[in-house]
């Protein structure tokens, strides 16, 4: 089982990215999926979920309107688009596995890196 996440980087207050978490060893549609992220010195943070048949999802109230999950099945990958940025969104962003869609996580991406700066 691994995800592994791509999409980060630099960027300006306002613009926007896409992130990326490629998935394989296992039946990706069968699971929620999540992005949590960890700013600077702070704890980790659920930002979103989303059913593995994509039909429900879920954000943390920050972020809706702004960021925008979905997912491919048939490519095992899922998506984040965040746009608007602006410096407090700087954060690792990591792709994680729910067992229930409930934030019971058993497998974690790497994380990619989002820094927002001018």
């Known amino acids: 089982v691994q995800l592994v996440e791509s999409g980060g980087g630099l960027v300006q207050p306002g613009g926007s990215l896409r992130l990326s978490c490629a998935a394989s060893g296992f039946t990706f549609s069968s699971y929620y999926m999540s992005w949590v992220r960890q700013a600077p010195g702070k704890g980790l943070e659920w930002v979103s979920d989303m059913a593995g048949d994509g039909g429900r999802t879920s954000y943390v109230d920050f972020v809706k309107g702004r960021f925008t999950i979905s997912r491919d099945n048939a490519k095992s990958t899922l998506y984040r688009q965040i746009n608007s940025l602006q410096p407090e969104a700087t954060a690792l962003y990591y792709c994680?596995?729910?067992?229930?869609?409930?934030?019971?996580?058993?497998?974690w991406g790497q994380g990619t890196q989002v820094t927002v700066s001018s």
């Open positions: 994680a596995r729910d067992l229930a869609g409930s934030g019971d996580y058993d497998c």
